[in-house]
């Protein structure tokens, strides 16, 4: 038997981690979570269900036998940690400080306990270059003993998510999942996973996942934008919509001649990373989850305004991404924090200046202005 924790079991938590892992008769699966509404509902029913939304059939998965366990720091979440194999951290950048500082402290009982098994750390968002800082969180303050330990023993490792898995909310026991492209993950790391359906190592893993953020996260976000803008709740409305479908392919072609032009990749590369083959169905897919967080979708490096730099750079056509970021500046959802926050600097400080801190484009900049009169024409229509 093998122990996999997921740290965050939420949607992407449960409806891909949970569930393959599932699949795989080695590994035990603890979820953890910061959240006792997530915990309470996975261990009221012992179980919970995946819609999998394959290449060849749309399966129901009651996935059950698995622990739970809100992140405490009491025995049992402490003990899943000490004895796991693989930890998963599945949540959003901006919770990594925090779900650090948690697994810091039990590192030091595992050190103590149970010094000789070795541990890969996977962690999964959308955010390239984070492990550097993630490393350095963990090495921060360690006595020698501990730091010795957590050098030998643990590995962290950046992932590639190719997967859209979604829900009513994160505590949600209902989930769907398109699995059709397997997470590519780099190497090496402490245990096989070779029994694991779906998780894939890969080299050259860093300028995959900027290339993989820009072209396909990139228009899926310009979707959720012109989406909500056009009044839709799901990303599968707007593909639907003719026009809608037609602006996308543009946002699309532009960034993919910018990364053919900026990294050594070649077309039929390109298309193994990004092209996702049709699932039977298509899985309704929300504004709001694709949408989330329009403040860091937004800023400088990611994948609207790092797309849009980068084929300014080359001289090549940008004119729909710039679009796509007024859309995104339009965005107001009043649930998402992030979105209220931008719609609140927005109105305080005016479009030139919210750009500038959003984006992080200089005043002088081409694509400020270009973004600033979109912004303007979208907003007036
Ligand atoms: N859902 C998806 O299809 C995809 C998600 N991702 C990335 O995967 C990550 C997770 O996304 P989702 O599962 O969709 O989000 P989610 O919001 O559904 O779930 C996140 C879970 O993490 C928990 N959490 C947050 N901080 C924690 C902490 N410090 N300790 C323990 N639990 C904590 C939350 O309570 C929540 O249950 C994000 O980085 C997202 O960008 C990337 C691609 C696809
Ligand atoms: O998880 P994030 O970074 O908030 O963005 C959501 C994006 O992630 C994905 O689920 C997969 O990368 C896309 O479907 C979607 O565009």
Known sequence: MANAVILGAGRLGKGFLGETLANAPRWHTTFLDKDAGVIRKLKETGSYHVQVYRKECIEEHEVSGYEAY?????PQDCHAIVYADLLFLSIYPQDFPEAIAYVKEIFKMRAKTNPNQKLSMLCLTNKNGMIPMIQDAFVKDMNEELLSWFM????????????????????????????????????????????????????????????KVFLVNGPHAASAYLGWYRG????????????????????????????????????EQLDKLSVFPKAKGDMP?????????????????????GSARMCKAHHLPYEHIVQAIAYGLLYDEKTDEAAMQMQMLI?????????????????????LKEICSWYVRLKNK
């Open 70 to 74: 809100e992140t405490l720091l009491e």
């Open 152 to 211: 030998h023993q643990v590995v962290i490792r950046d992932t590639i998510i190719r997967r859209s898995t979604d829900a009513d909310d994160h505590r949600s026991l209902n989930i769907r999942s398109t699995a059709v492209l397997s997470l590519l993950i780099q190497p090496p790391l402490t245990i096989d996973i070779a029994d694991i359906e779906w998780l894939e190592l890969c080299d050259d893993i860093a300028m995959l996942k900027d290339i």
């Open 232 to 267: 839709y709740t799901t990303i599968n409305e707007l593909l639907e919509d003719e026009d809608g479908a037609a602006f996308i392919q543009e946002v699309t072609k532009e960034i993919r001649a910018g990364i053919l032009q900026q990294y050594p990749i070649s077309e």
């Open 285 to 305: 897919d929300t504004v709001y989850r694709v949408g989330k967080d329009p403040l860091r979708k937004l800023s400088y490096d990611d994948r609207l305004c």
């Open 347 to 367: 109105q305080e400080k005016g479009i030139i200046e919210a750009v500038h801190q959003i984006c992080g484009f200089s005043y002088q900049d081409d694509l």
